[in-house]
């Protein structure tokens, strides 16, 4: 008998940014639960599938009623305790026991592209919500940003170029963990004009920061 969930993080897409923990877990599952990103990126056809895509209800229903039968897993991205769903989960699933297994994060790995410390950085996310980003990137050496399709790179240069932010830069990492990843770093006038992909997240910085 089955006695609890699992919540995976997913790391960012590449599975050599995955946990072996994360992919044995995976392996011995009866159930995947996860965006259709994930799931398709897997490549695996023996198990049952759900994509969060057709509703979180109908994923919490699901988990309530198979949880004891079966092994779930279900699949985050990046690391589960950094915006995802497991807030959403562990709300929704009070009375069964979750173990979360870590990831590494998309800020994680464009820090780490950036050879840059991150324990001094301001990280926000703008998904779903209103941030006086211009406030924030004037009291911090870095700030790191998780975009929304709103909230583009491009939207938030413009919104600082305005309340005349010039001296910083913009880190921009695209698609982390693909094969098509791209790392950019330009001036937020640059910025203003730059396409990014949907899936990005940046570093706002200091020009004179080393480390
Ligand atoms: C709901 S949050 C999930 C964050 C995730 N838990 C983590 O630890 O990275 C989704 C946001 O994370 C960022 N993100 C996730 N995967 C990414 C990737 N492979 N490349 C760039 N940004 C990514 C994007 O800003 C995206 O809008």
């Not at 699949?75 to 069964?96: A, E, M, Q, T, W």
């Amino acid at each position: 008998m089955m006695s609890k969930v699992y919540v995976i993080g997913m790391g960012v897409s590449n599975y050599e940014y995955r946990l072996l923990r994360a992919d044995n877990l995976i392996l011995t599952a009866d159930i995947l639960i996860g965006a259709k990103r994930h799931l398709d990126g897997l490549d695996i056809v023996d198990k049952q599938q759900i994509y969060l895509e057709n509703g979180f209800d109908d994923a919490i229903e699901y988990i309530k009623k198979f949880y004891k039968q079966k092994r779930i897993c279900i699949l985050v991205s990046g690391d589960p305790g950094f915006h995802s769903f497991l807030g959403y989960l562990k709300r929704n699933l009070s009375n069964i026991p979750i173990e979360v297994v870590p990831g590494i994060s998309s800020i994680q790995v464009l820090f780490a592209k950036l050879q840059m410390m991150w324990h001094d950085a301001t990280i926000v996310s703008l998904h779903g919500r209103k941030i006086d980003i211009a406030m924030l990137a004037k009291s911090s050496e870095k700030l790191c940003v998780l975009t929304d399709s709103e909230m583009t790179p491009s939207v938030i240069a413009k919104e600082l170029v305005e309340a005349e932010i010039d001296k910083k830069i913009m880190a921009i990492g695209e698609r982390l963990g693909y094969e098509d990843e791209k790392i950019s770093k330009m001036r937020l006038a640059e910025a203003i004009n730059y396409d990014a992909d949907p899936l990005n997240v940046v570093v706002i910085y200091d020009e004179n920061v080393q480390i």
